[in-house]
């Protein structure tokens, strides 16, 4: 029920490949590329993973949140999903937390979709969050749908981040 978020999963992954990991200061930033023969998965009725899509995972510690960006094989932006998670745990060289069941999805056409509402209402009903948790869940999604419609999330380096899969060289004049 509660989805577990470990920096470093995607290495082990079958599905995924050319994993990458960049720290800036505590920020850490993990890249991988999807396999030519993965399966597609969907989100809302929204291809997020299939040959060649990629993903980035961006852990941001000073907001305590985590933030997923995909994008097709073509390098176009899909959405961001935000996990509504327990606090970010540093432990060295590597960030884990687990969700408190709710979660955000963010397409490219700016719709913002609360997502398992109903599995959260039942895991609080049977008291498999702590009450501090379920505040924890509720404020965090309040606050991550206002910041979003006041578009000061997710910030301007996720917000704004985008790939170029075009490998090719100039050619020289």
Known sequence: MFQR???GDWRAD??????????????????????????????????????GFVWFRFWLPE????????????????????PVCRPLQRDDEAYRTSDLILAIWYNADKR??????????????RQLLSTEEAERAETRIR???AAI???EFPPPLVRN???NTDNSTPASP
């Open 5 to 7: 978020f470990n920096s």
């Open 14 to 51: 079958a599905a995924m490949t050319d994993y990458r990991a960049e720290w800036f200061n505590a920020l850490l930033v993990e890249r991988a590329a999807w396999t030519t023969d993965a399966p597609e998965v969907e989100l809302m009725d929204t291809v997020i993973g299939g040959p």
């Open 63 to 82: 907001l305590d949140q985590l933030v997923e960006k995909y994008f097709t094989a073509a390098g176009d932006a899909i959405g961001f999903y935000l």
């Open 112 to 125: 913002v979709s609360v997502l398992r509402e109903a599995e959260f209402d039942e895991a609080h009903r």
């Open 143 to 145: 606050e991550l749908t």
């Open 149 to 151: 419609f006041r578009d």
């Open 161 to 163: 981040f985008a790939i």
